[in-house]
């Protein structure tokens, strides 16, 4: 009986130091940040639903740049307050991805995909 139990640890110590073996060589690459791709999407598409983008907008970014995406600590980016400034949404995707002066980059947390949508978000939203 005693024995038996002893097995038990044994095997069960046993599978723990398996897991933490393979647990020590599954740590995550270091994130690099990928050439923006072209959207997958087909034409006219967005691959990320609108309501995703609303959703990182609202938990990512309004802090920052407003609730309406109005501004409060940074920069307007409702409307034309980004298509004024930025005639190509790219440069904001990219501005989001790799960061710029005192915005950080955001690349390691949403892929260009999403930041494409969040960008498209904003400038479809209604002038400050
Ligand atoms: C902690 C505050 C903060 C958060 C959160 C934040 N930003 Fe910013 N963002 C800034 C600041 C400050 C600037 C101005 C940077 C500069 O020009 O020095 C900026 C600039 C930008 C710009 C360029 C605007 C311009 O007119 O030059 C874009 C686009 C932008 N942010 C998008 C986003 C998006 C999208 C998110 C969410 C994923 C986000 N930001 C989250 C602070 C923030």
């Known amino acids: ?58 938990g990512r970014c309004a802090s920052c740049h407003g609730a309406a995406g109005e501004g409060v600590y940074a920069p307007s980016l409702a409307g034309s307050a980004s298509t004024g400034r930025y005639p190509d949404p790219g440069e904001q995707v990219r501005i989001v991805l790799e960061g710029k002066g005192r915005m950080r980059a955001y690349g390691g947390e949403i892929n260009p995909e999403q930041a494409e949508a969040v960008i498209a978000y904003v400038r479809s939203l209604p002038d400050p």
């Open 1 to 58: 009986m005693l024995r038996k139990l002893v097995t038990v640890v044994q095997v069960a110590t046993a599978g723990a130091f398996v897991v933490f073996i393979v647990m020590l060589f599954r740590t995550p690459a270091a994130v690099t940040l990928p050439d923006m791709p072209p959207s997958s999407a087909p034409d006219g598409q967005q691959s990320v639903p609108v309501e995703m983008a609303a959703a990182i907008y609202s």
